[in-house]
């Protein structure tokens, strides 16, 4: 069992911290708030979460929050640690230090994840991984703690173009149920019967179906929020942009996740943005 250091403890990195503490390994955390966590031991501060981890995992909110936190771990002695970064940010922030987190002594890889904190905790959620061979085949030891769905996708930051992929295409399925959930409901097709029907078929997906009782208001339990979509977004679209890429679906779902944020949505569950395109209000 190793000794796991996570740095950032909103709702996945507490969901990461208490998944591998269950799973035998010693876990503290720390975060840039000095916020603790119940549940997971705290370090006083990141030197010294560093000198009691074999791995530092970072799930931390944005670009900036991912830059000040590497900076500072350059300046640390990181011999024979690794760094695992499941923050979704876009990927030179990584690439471009590699060659000091080489220096101080470590491996890195990125490791977006693809699934909220439940998935985390049950053990069932996707990790796509990029880095060198070594570093990530180390990695998979250690995060075979969190998920058996753990993929090496290619270099350093080919994981989180494979988050924007993946999570690209759970956005593109949220336009179409914006364009269509106002149909049904038009139409005096009740909200429940056609998610289930969608669910059912073809056409379904797991994430709709997992999240019927949260968008029919049974299950308030909020797994990740339409502000953390919106960000994630954000991201998406500047990767896409660093390869000359468009990315309209992304631009649409940006524009429809910012109406609903608008609507005083931002901190509820994804399923709260089904319910509002059901009554015709996502699209401008």
Same mark, same amino acid.
């Given at each position: 069992?190793?000794?796991?250091?996570?740095?950032?403890?909103?709702?996945?990195?507490?969901?990461?911290?208490?998944?591998?503490?269950?799973?035998?390994?010693?876990?503290?955390?720390?975060?840039?708030?000095?916020?603790?966590?119940?549940?997971?031991?705290?370090?006083?501060?990141?030197?010294?979460?560093?000198?009691?981890?074999?791995?530092?995992?970072?799930?931390?909110?944005?670009?900036?929050?991912?830059?000040?936190?590497?900076?500072?771990?350059?300046?640390?002695?990181?011999?024979?640690?690794?760094?695992?970064?499941?923050?979704?940010?876009?990927?030179?922030?990584?690439?471009?230090?590699?060659?000091?987190?080489?220096?101080?002594?470590?491996?890195?890889?990125?490791?977006?994840?693809?699934?909220?904190?439940?998935?985390?905790?049950?053990?069932?959620?996707?990790?796509?991984?990029?880095?060198?061979?070594?570093?990530?085949?180390?990695?998979?030891?250690?995060?075979?703690?969190?998920?058996?769905?753990?993929?090496?996708?290619?270099?350093?930051?080919?994981?989180?173009?494979?988050?924007?992929?993946?999570?690209?295409?759970?956005?593109?399925?949220?336009?179409?149920?914006?364009?269509?959930?106002?149909?049904?409901?038009?139409?005096?097709?009740?909200?429940?019967?056609?998610?289930?029907?969608?669910?059912?078929?073809?056409?379904?997906?797991?994430?709709?179906?997992?999240? !019927?009782?949260?968008? =029919? %208001?049974? +299950?308030?339990?909020?797994? $990740?929020?339409?502000? /953390?979509?919106?960000? &994630? @977004?954000?991201?998406?679209?500047?990767?896409?942009?660093?390869?000359?890429?468009?990315?309209?679906?992304?631009?649409?779902?940006?524009?429809?996740?910012?109406?609903? !944020?608008?609507?005083? =949505? %931002?901190? +509820?569950?994804?399923?709260? $943005?089904?319910?509002? /395109?059901?009554?015709? &209000? @996502?699209?401008?």
């Amino acid at each position: 069992m190793e000794r796991i250091g996570v740095v950032g403890l909103g709702r996945m990195g507490s969901a990461i911290a208490r998944r591998m503490s269950a799973m035998g390994h010693s876990v503290q955390g720390w975060t840039r708030s000095g916020r603790a966590v119940a549940g997971v031991d705290s370090a006083p501060d990141l030197r010294s979460l560093v000198e009691r981890s074999d791995t530092l995992i970072l799930s931390l909110f944005d670009d900036a929050a991912v830059s000040e936190v590497l900076e500072a771990l350059i300046g640390c002695d990181l011999t024979g640690r690794q760094i695992i970064d499941t923050s979704t940010v876009v990927p030179d922030i990584l690439k471009t230090r590699m060659e000091a987190i080489r220096a101080a002594g470590a491996t890195a890889v990125d490791a977006p994840i693809s699934g909220g904190p439940d998935l985390v905790m049950a053990g069932k959620c996707g990790i796509f991984m990029g880095g060198e061979e070594a570093a990530a085949a180390r990695a998979q030891d250690t995060l075979a703690s969190l998920s058996s769905r753990i993929f090496h996708v290619g270099p350093l930051g080919a994981g989180l173009a494979m988050k924007v992929i993946n999570n690209g295409m759970i956005q593109t399925y949220f336009n179409g149920l914006a364009d269509f959930m106002p149909l049904a409901k038009r139409a005096g097709l009740p909200l429940e019967t056609a998610l289930k029907i969608l669910s059912g078929g073809p056409a379904g997906m797991p994430m709709v179906a997992d999240r !019927i009782p949260k968008v =029919l %208001g049974q +299950d308030k339990e909020i797994g $990740f929020t339409i502000n /953390a979509t919106y960000k &994630d @977004a954000d991201v998406f679209r500047r990767v896409m942009q660093s390869f000359d890429l468009p990315s309209p679906m992304l631009d649409s779902f940006a524009e429809m996740s910012g109406g609903a !944020i608008e609507a005083g =949505l %931002g901190e +509820d569950d994804p399923a709260a $943005f089904i319910r509002f /395109a059901y009554e015709g &209000d @996502a699209k401008p």
